[in-house]
T-cell receptor
Framework: DGGITQSPKYLFRKEGQNVTLSCEQN?????MYWYRQDPGQGLRLIYY???????QKGDIAEGYSVSREKKESFPLTVTSAQKNPTAFYLC?????????????FGEGSWLTVV | AQSVAQPEDQVNVAEGNPLTVKCTYS??????LFWYVQYPNRGLQFLLK??????LVKGSYGFEAEFNKSQTSFHLKKPSALVSDSALYFC?????????????FGSGTQLTVLP
C-alpha cells in the first residue's frame, strides 16, 4: 500500500528526555512536513523539507529538530527544550512544494509527557 | 499574512438534510483552498481543493465546495448528510509566494449528523 507511516502511535516522554517520531512515505514525494495539533488550534507547521538534505523552520520550530537524509524519511525529534510537547503530531507529504499540490497526511502520533 | 476562519466550532444537522461548513480566508494574491476531514484519533483526509477555474469544486464522498472570490469564502457543502459524515473538518489555504506558500489551517469545525 502506498502511504505515509508514522510510528509509534503513542509515545510517552519523561521530563528532560529527547524523543524521535518516525515518518516514512513510499509515495515518491519530494516535500515532507511536520505539523502539531492542539485542541481548538488547528494544525501548526513545525518543519518542512522540499528536497533531500534541505529543511526549513515552520511557525513553531523551537524545541524541535529534523533531518532529511533520505527522500522517504523525515524523522522529528522533540527535544527537552520543548516545554509543552504533549500534542498530536502529524507528518505529511506532497509531490512537490508548489501551492496547488495536495498535502497528504499520516495517521499521527500522540506524545505525552509523564 | 494569510489566515483562515471557520466561524462555527460546532455544526449539527439531521441525517438526510443538507449540510454547510463555513470557511473564509484572507490572503495576498490568489488562494489555493483545501478541505480536509479528520476522524477521532486519525490523520487528516483530503476532500477537495480549488486551484483555478470552475468555482464549484466536487470532491470525495459527495462533498462539494464553492469558491466565492468577492466574499473570500470557500464553504463546504453536501446535499444529504450521513451519520458517518460526523467528524472534524478543516479548511486550509496556500498562496504562491515565499514562506507563505505553506498550508495555513482554520481551527476546525466539528460536524455532528444526528440520526
Amino acid at each position: 500500500d502506498g502511504g505515509i507511516t508514522q510510528s509509534p502511535k503513542y509515545l510517552f516522554r519523561k521530563e528532560g528526555q529527547n524523543v524521535t517520531l518516525s515518518c516514512e512515505q513510499n509515495l515518491n514525494h519530494d516535500a515532507m512536513y511536520w505539523y502539531r495539533q492542539d485542541p481548538g488550534q488547528g494544525l501548526r507547521l513545525i518543519y518542512y523539507s522540499q528536497i533531500v538534505n534541505d529543511f526549513q523552520k515552520g511557525d513553531i520550530a523551537e524545541g524541535y529538530s529534523v533531518s532529511r537524509e533520505k527522500k522517504e524519511s523525515f524523522p522529528l525529534t522533540v527535544t527537552s527544550a520543548q516545554k509543552n510537547p504533549t500534542a498530536f503530531y502529524l507528518c505529511a507529504s506532497s509531490i512537490g512544494a508548489a501551492p496547488g499540490n495536495t498535502i497528504y497526511f499520516g495517521e499521527g502520533s500522540w506524545l505525552t509527557v509523564v | 499574512a494569510q489566515s483562515v476562519a471557520q466561524p462555527e466550532d460546532q455544526v449539527n444537522v439531521a441525517e438526510g438534510n443538507p449540510l454547510t461548513v463555513k470557511c473564509t480566508y484572507s490572503v495576498s494574491g490568489n488562494p489555493y483552498l483545501f478541505w480536509y476531514v479528520q476522524y477521532p484519533n486519525r490523520g487528516l483526509q483530503f476532500l477537495l481543493k480549488y486551484i483555478t477555474g470552475d468555482n464549484l469544486v466536487k470532491g470525495s464522498y459527495g462533498f462539494e465546495a464553492e469558491f466565492n472570490k468577492s466574499q473570500t469564502s470557500f464553504h463546504l457543502k453536501k446535499p444529504s448528510a450521513l451519520v458517518s459524515d460526523s467528524a472534524l473538518y478543516f479548511c486550509a489555504v496556500r498562496v504562491l509566494s515565499g514562506s507563505a506558500r505553506q498550508l495555513t489551517f482554520g481551527s476546525g469545525t466539528q460536524l455532528t449528523v444526528l440520526p
